[in-house]
């Protein structure tokens, strides 16, 4: 379904211990119609819903939201430590195009130019 880097396990190892998450808890990753290049990702740390897939590297789990999985299969979950750009990073081979800020793509499977509504800003959507 999706791989986690190295970087990104240990990083979200760290951040589920600092926010005292309970051991069923990971990171739920889901996308949402929005952002400025049509669908925005969608991170917190949370517990499983029905129908969610788990995906488990060492003591880090990352939690696929079910209505997600057409649109993640097939990503990279990294992390980036970068002074002005922090956090964990989605690389999505399914995506034609991103946005400049990485939290909003068009996947390959839309007609191209079907992305964002008016008014609508980079970076709006949710990221840990």
């Keep these: 379904m999706i791989q986690i880097?190295?970087?990104a396990s240990a990083e979200l190892v760290s951040l589920l211990k600092s926010k005292s998450a309970s051991p069923t808890a990971g990171l739920r990753l889901g996308?949402?119609?929005?952002?400025c290049?049509?669908?925005?990702?969608?991170?917190?740390?949370?517990?499983?819903?029905?129908?969610?897939?788990i995906v488990e590297?060492?003591?880090?789990r990352v939690i696929i939201a079910a209505d997600s999985f057409d649109k993640l299969r097939g990503c990279e979950i990294d992390y980036s430590d970068d002074l002005t750009d922090a956090g964990f990073k989605i690389n999505n081979p399914k995506a034609r195009r991103?946005?400049?800020?990485g939290t909003?793509?068009?996947?390959?499977?839309?007609?191209?130019g079907s992305g964002a509504e008016d008014?609508?800003?980079?970076?709006e959507g949710g990221a840990v």
């Design 98 to 101: 991103s946005c400049g800020c």
């Design 57 to 60: 590297q060492g003591e880090a």
């Design 119 to 123: 008014g609508e800003v980079c970076g």
């Design 37 to 53: 290049a049509g669908w925005q990702y969608e991170m917190k740390v949370a517990e499983p819903e029905a129908g969610d897939e």
């Design 104 to 112: 909003s793509f068009e996947p390959d499977d839309e007609p191209e």
């Design 5 to 7: 880097t190295d970087k």
């Design 31 to 35: 996308v949402s119609k929005g952002g």
